[in-house]
């Protein structure tokens, strides 16, 4: 234990944005602040030396924090807060165990991830990564009728998997651009769903109805490795399919057969496993497969509010007060 007057030790796992430094600079008298200073994920060996003794840890989803970390810091921690919304890289069983709170930031990173859902919605399905290519490369000769022709959201069912904040933000943007249908699936019907006419359905049916699918659930036992082979082969072979949410919700083998075997028109992931993905990747070789770099939450006022958020958590599970965004498990 801490002795009066003495400062409680915290752990930051890697550069994060000045927002949330200057919160943690400005708690004069409540802790002293040691960090992996690198734009990099931090090694292994120096987390687990890192997190010795600390009384609070500030990590990212790059973090896997499970036991033996816990073992490593030691009786004084007291409070983890993770700069991201999602938690499955916390192993939360071990954590409540020991009796630790846990910070996140929902909510804040709602509206930048669904407008990038949008945007890789639009990309992969009207054909712009193919396009820029034909432009630098020479392909673009004349007009053709047929030529880089997709698909558009007017007239189409779009089918919503998870229909939380984040699947909630990306319906409301994707509804205006004239969708017939909005179908989404989850653990329970929704009463918000309302606001943009979703129908809750079965999961087959929506996977059979889509013209557009949007996977936006958490990462947990029931999700993983859900869509999956017979997913796919219920899909109509000119939908495309959508995922910002976990990559392990993905069975990425059966993604790739999916893909180049016709039986989906093509596929846009903001999120893989591993990540990154090895250049090598067979999902690399196919054009009608986008893949961005789990950049969901990347606008600069996002990412300063989710680093001052993250500091806010930290300083009130060290004080024990309130936490603003606490994860209750």
């Avoid at 919304?85 to 709602?110: C, M, N, Q, S, W």
Wanted: proline residues 5%; glycine residues 10%; aromatic residues 6%.
């Amino acid at each position: 234990m801490k002795a009066m007057g003495e400062l409680m030790k915290v752990f930051i796992t890697r550069r994060i944005p000045q927002e949330g430094m200057k919160i943690l600079s400005g708690a004069t008298g409540v802790c002293e602040v040691s960090q992996w200073d690198s734009d990099e994920p931090v090694p292994r060996t120096e987390l687990l030396r890192g997190v010795q003794g600390a009384h609070g840890l500030v990590c990212l989803l790059s973090d896997k924090i499970d036991a033996e970390v816990l073992d490593a810091a030691g009786p004084n921690l007291k409070v983890i807060s993770t700069m991201s919304v999602g938690f499955d890289h916390l192993a939360l069983d071990e954590i409540k165990k020991r009796g630790i709170r846990v910070g996140y930031t929902p909510d804040v990173l709602t509206d930048a991830t669904a407008e990038l859902t949008v945007a890789l919605l639009l990309a992969t399905a009207r054909r712009l990564p193919e396009g820029v290519e034909e432009v630098k490369n020479g392909g673009w000769s004349s007009w053709k009728p047929l030529w880089l022709c997709g698909y558009g959201l007017s007239g189409s069912t779009v089918g919503v998997i998870g229909l939380g904040r984040i699947g909630m933000a990306i319906a409301q943007r994707l509804v205006p651009f004239g969708v017939k249908r909005l179908l989404y699936t989850g653990r329970a019907a929704k009463a918000h769903a309302a606001e943009v006419n979703g129908e809750f359905v079965p999961l087959d049916q929506l996977v059979s109805e889509s013209d557009f699918i949007v996977v936006s659930c958490s990462l947990t036992p029931e999700t993983q490795g859900l869509c999956d082979k017979a997913f796919f082969s219920k899909m109509k072979k000119t939908a495309v399919f959508i995922n910002s949410s976990r990559g392990a919700v993905v069975n990425q083998e059966d993604l790739y057969e999916a893909l180049s075997g016709g039986q989906i028109a093509a596929a846009g992931l903001d999120v893989t496993t591993p990540e990154p993905l090895p250049t090598n990747h067979p999902l690399l070789t196919l054009k009608n497969c986008v893949v961005l770099p789990h950049i969901g939450s990347a606008t600069y006022s996002t990412r300063g509010v989710m680093s001052a958020l993250t500091a806010q958590n930290l300083l009130g599970g060290l004080q024990g007060s309130d936490m603003p965004s606490e994860l209750s498990f």
